[in-house]
């Protein structure tokens, strides 16, 4: 029986399929909503989109029977379907609580057919329910309840089964068709331990089945490349990526009945004190921990309980002299009976037929929810037939801007602590001189001048300004942030700006020669004399400071 308006599909392939994770914010399908009609209307103009600008325009000159795309074959067939989330869950309520929970939306699922392969994209509704569920839209100048909710779709969990290249086309696809943002999910070692940690809670001690392997992944430190007196760098003990050799991941394999043997130690012994809390700074661990705030183990406190991970901290500490919750080390996969979980891929099992488990089943059904910057985990064991069936929903709402997002917990606290106390504004306060005595010291520079401002707009426009002569530009990136998100701040100073076309969201040299080029021969036009770099992008991918070197006489002037 279909509700909410979800056809009675088959469900799409769930378990035993490794998928990359995404995140996507409210889907916008307007007043009509998402008819079967629409459907087709959709499924055929995303046909037309993969034929049209990835086998015509891309793939055809190198469409080689060696190659992935050559040996699929030919695109037999698109489809777009409705489905109930409760297809690939099994029967009963997903959540005793939430049984009633009418307005949650069934899922999307495309198919998408080659004459030797079959690729998918899964879109999930959220496990909370539309009353707790957090609002991704923004509105100037009206209320939330001035909204139509009904014309926004809640879908924010998106999984592919699918070559890159037909995942960025897919993504991109999604992002012009429903007007939503669609990123990478990337579950750091928080996420990652808290969904073992409450698999654990949920099935229980298993007394035999596969083992558990928790891979720990090392961040390694940059070391800058000794040079030599001839002036190459040495580049002996650097890999291929100009990064430090050294260990990157070490597995560590529990059979079952260690697993319970390791969470009963945690459980009697309590907190594992790790050397780094008596002797490293938050500074110093956040560089260590890497751009991810789920790593870095800052999070373990009085309120978190993870018995299985201080179990085996203690172990690892005594017999391999190893650190686990050093700030370097993170946790980048877990492997059990049920799933296969890391920071962009999701794999869940489906376990044996097994007899129906007794009715205390519901009674041990736990909800567990895991917050951080926005991205909440629920975990859940539905159904009765399959003992080790697992659900895992990940809720993921989209980054907007620093406006439209709350602050971090520390930011919070930090407030809190100083609320009280009585400071001199406009910057002469305590606060802004300790916080200029340590930018100085990240930049190396004890004489440099450091003003505060309240955006990174005006950041833009005054350096910008302060920079160039008012009858000089600025080059940027058709993407970068001066051109598309400050309503003309730059060029309301009277800077004009040259934008060329990026490459993967960054700036390239010839891209910067060309500018120059059609921008210098007259001299009534423009100056071009600088250029504008976002670190990281607004696509993502960071700069290198190698790929930013001049290659003309030209850009060095």
């Known amino acids: 029986m279909a509700t909410n308006g979800v056809d009675a599909e088959p469900a799409p392939p769930f378990f035993n399929t490794t998928f990359s994770t995404h995140s996507v914010s409210p889907l916008y399908i307007g007043p009509e909503g998402l008819p079967p009609v629409r459907l087709d209307l959709l499924a055929r ?21 060696n190659t992935p795309s050559g040996q699929v074959g030919s695109l037999r067939n698109v489809a777009i379907r409705r489905f109930e989330l409760r297809t690939i869950l099994g029967e009963g309520p997903l959540v005793a609580d939430d049984a009633q929970d009418e307005s949650r ?8 057919s080659h004459e030797r392969a079959a690729y998918a994209a899964v879109l ?4 909370a329910s539309s009353s707790s569920r957090p609002s991704t839209t923004v509105q100037f100048g009206r209320k939330e309840a001035d909204v139509d909710a009904s014309q926004f779709l809640h879908l924010p969990l998106l999984l592919l089964r699918m070559p890159q290249s037909l995942r960025a086309v897919v993504c991109e696809w999604l992002s012009t068709t429903f007007d939503c943002r669609v990123r990478k999910l990337s579950l750091g070692t928080r996420t990652l331990v808290s969904v073992m940690e409450d698999w654990l809670d949920v099935v229980g001690l298993p007394a035999k089945g596969p083992d558990l392997i928790l891979s720990l992944g090392f961040n390694v430190p940059l070391v800058e490349p ?28 529990m059979t079952s009945s260690d697993v319970s043997r390791f969470r009963r130690y945690g459980l009697a012994h309590g907190a594992f004190k790790s050397r780094w809390e008596t002797s490293g700074d938050e500074r110093q661990r956040r560089r260590l921990a890497g751009g991810n705030v789920d790593d870095g183990w800052a999070w373990r406190g009085a309120s978190t309980r993870q018995p299985l991970m201080e179990g085996l901290a203690r172990y690892l500490d005594g017999h391999l002299a190893l650190d686990v919750f050093h700030p370097g080390v993170r ?17 869940l099992v489906k376990g044996r037929e097994e007899a129906d488990e007794a009715s205390d089943v519901g009674a041990r059904l736990k909800r567990r929810t895991c917050n951080v910057e926005g991205l909440g985990l629920y975990l859940r064991q539905v159904g009765r037939r399959r003992v080790l069936r697992l659900v895992l929903g990940i809720i993921a709402s989209g980054f907007l801007d620093d406006y439209s997002e709350g602050a971090h917990p520390q930011v919070l606290s930090a407030l809190g602590a100083t609320n009280t106390s009585q400071e001199a504004g406009y910057g002469a306060d305590r606060y802004s001189a300790e916080a200029r005595l340590h930018l100085r010291r990240h930049l190396g520079h004890d004489d440099a001048h450091i003003f505060f401002v309240p955006s990174g707009t005006a950041a833009n426009a005054i350096s910008i300004a302060a920079c160039l002569r008012p009858h000089e530009a600025v080059i940027a990136a058709t993407s970068g942030h001066i051109v598309t998100r400050e309503t003309g701040a730059v060029e309301a100073s009277g800077h004009k700006i040259i934008t060329v076309p990026p490459c ?9 020669d060309k500018a120059l080029a059609e921008n210098w021969h007259f001299p009534h036009m423009a100056r ?3 250029v504008y770099v976002s670190n990281a992008t607004e696509a993502g991918p960071r700069t290198a400071p190698s790929s930013a070197k001049p290659s003309s006489s030209k850009t060095q002037a």
Do not use: H, Y
């Not at 999930?124 to 496990?127: A, H, I, N, R, S």
């Not at 430090?244 to 597995?251: D, F, K, M, Q, T």
């Open 226 to 253: 000794a040079t030599t007196e001839d002036g190459e760098g040495d580049t002996t003990m650097m890999d291929d990526d100009g990064d430090a050799a050294g260990l990157r991941v070490l597995e560590v394999t």
């Open 528 to 530: 071009p004399r600088l």
């Open 504 to 512: 993967n969201g960054k700036l390239t040299v010839d891209g910067i």
């Open 105 to 112: 939306p069934g899922g999307i699922w495309i198919e998408i």
């Open 45 to 65: 103009r995303l046909r037309d989109t993969l034929v049209g600008d990835v086998v015509r325009g891309i793939q055809v000159a190198v469409e080689a029977t």
């Open 124 to 127: 999930l509704p959220g496990l």
């Open 331 to 347: 946790v980048v996969q877990v492997s059990c009976g049920s799933f296969v979980l890391a920071p962009s891929r999701l794999k």
